[in-house]
């Protein structure tokens, strides 16, 4: 595809780093020169000096030709311009990064009246995956697929854990469930029947959504329902937050340092409790008794002081932190300083973009650890060598794995005899190295 990226932040880079792997036509436009410098030395994309709501700098990247325009720079009136303009001078298909939720929520207008194809919001996108970490303390990170019928739990194995030790053919259990990769030391691999479970491994298992609290509880896990949120930071993300976790019922605490915004969140949520302090204050956390919280979300645009005060807020006794960071390089490292969960919206953003991208026989693409493995949704086409074969018979790619076959109504977590059938939805695990290949075969090559 010809594909033209507005923006070369921290989510236009992703984009384009992940859209030229896969082989796209890219054109990158942005102002900085010195972005744009650091594109050319570790990327293999076209780049174009100039305005992105430009029409000339359109005309420049083939705009006339081109099959998609993503315009995700900081400037949200930047970037619906780009796509108005786009879309009057020939793209096929627009996105657009804003931050105002009026333009992603049910507003006055349809998106379809500004003939923008996609308009995402960071923190919106950000918010509702925090949410699913919320409602499965225990986990991660969370991803469902196939309607929700299909989880997907990344899980801690504990040095006490009953699994430790045990190769992954002794983990035999009554529900169907499968471990479809280890990350340890840093590194994911797709596990074989022999190998063995250690201590500090991080699990990937997927499951039907409906068998999955079984499986955990096979696995040493307990779920312990969390009511009580605290979120640091009263920004257009921990609003965002606040509001979604009001509407499920949570008890939410809000902590905001600047007076004004304070009194703007008290008039925009109902009933979030809105603490007016400096969140990285010992005594503040103590007498607002931080310590009842069951989950702490640091949600500032620091991500010094989200660090700073999840690690502090541990030493007070609180359960589970959920950290947000804009360096997304962060993440690995602050996760093992203690902080349990860390969430990078240039991710999940440029994660949510993909899915719109792939759309067709790949139905979705969701992105974990950073961008160091993937899960695919994918329908199978009607013929191939793939199809009606049993797995074990296959000679698929390495780096990947098949985690759930969907048929009809049925679920199918698949063993070595099971098949594809034309038409199924399958959802698959995979390494970067893999992705090209498993494109080839579920296009029916």
């Known amino acids: 595809m010809h594909i033209i990226i507005i923006g070369a932040g921290k989510v236009g880079y992703s984009l384009a780093e992940k859209l030229s792997r896969e082989q796209h036509d890219i054109f990158l436009i942005d102002h900085n020169e010195n972005r744009l410098e650091t594109v050319q030395e570790n990327l293999d ?15 420049e990247a083939g705009v006339a030709e081109a099959d998609l325009l993503l315009a995700v720079t900081n400037a949200e009136e ?3 311009l780009a796509c108005l303009l786009g879309g009057q ?16 929520e049910n507003g006055p ?4 009246s500004f003939g923008i194809d996609l308009m995402i919001n960071p923190e919106m996108v950000t918010a509702e995956s925090i949410l699913k970490l919320i409602r499965v303390p225990e986990a991660l990170n969370v991803e469902y697929f196939a309607n929700r019928r299909v989880q997907l739990l ?18 035999d259990f009554d529900h169907s469930y499968l471990i479809v990769a280890v990350m340890r030391n840093g590194k994911i691999v797709i596990p074989h029947g022999s190998d063995k479970i250690e201590p500090d491994d991080l699990i990937f298992v997927m499951a039907r959504t409906e068998d999955m609290l079984a499986v955990e509880e096979f696995l040493g ?12 930071g009263g920004g257009k993300l921990g609003y965002q937050l606040a509001k ?34 400096d969140g990285t204050d010992l005594n503040l956390l103590e007498s607002e008794d931080i310590a009842s919280s069951d ?29 947000q960071l804009r360096r997304s390089d962060y993440v690995p490292l602050v996760e093992k300083l203690g902080i349990d969960v860390a969430v990078s919206p240039r991710m999940l953003t440029a994660g949510a973009i993909m899915k719109f991208i792939r759309r067709g026989k790949i139905l979705s693409v969701t992105f974990l650890e950073g961008d160091r493995a993937e899960m695919l949704e994918l329908i199978a086409p009607s013929e191939g060598r793939i199809i009606n074969k049993p797995l074990k018979e296959l000679k698929l790619p390495r780096g990947m794995i098949i985690g759930a076959i969907c048929r009809g109504d049925e679920v199918i977590v698949p063993g070595g005899n099971d098949f594809i059938g034309p038409g199924d939805l399958i959802i698959i695990f995979a390494l970067p190295q893999a992705i090209a290949q498993i494109e080839k075969i579920f296009d029916g090559r």
């Open 109 to 112: 207008f349809e998106i379809s």
């Open 295 to 323: 989950i702490f979300a640091a949600m500032t645009g620091d991500d010094k002081a989200n660090i700073l005060v999840s690690l502090l807020v541990k030493h007070l006794g609180v359960p589970r932190t959920i950290s």
């Open 45 to 59: 994309v076209s780049t174009i000096l100039g305005p992105g709501g430009n029409i000339y700098t359109l005309q």
């Open 89 to 104: 001078m020939g793209v096929k298909r627009t996105v657009a990064r804003v931050s105002n939720p009026e333009y992603v």
């Open 244 to 277: 979604i976790l009001e509407k499920k019922d949570f008890n939410v605490k809000l902590i905001e340092k600047q007076i004004k915004r304070c009194q703007w969140l008290s008039e925009k949520l109902e009933k979030t409790q809105i603490i007016n302090g």
């Open 78 to 80: 930047v970037n619906i």
């Open 154 to 171: 990344e899980l801690s194995v504990d040095k006490d854990s009953p699994i430790v030790g045990k190769t992954l053919y002794e983990l």
């Open 221 to 232: 896990k307990r779920r312990e329902k969390a009511r009580d949120i605290t979120i640091l």
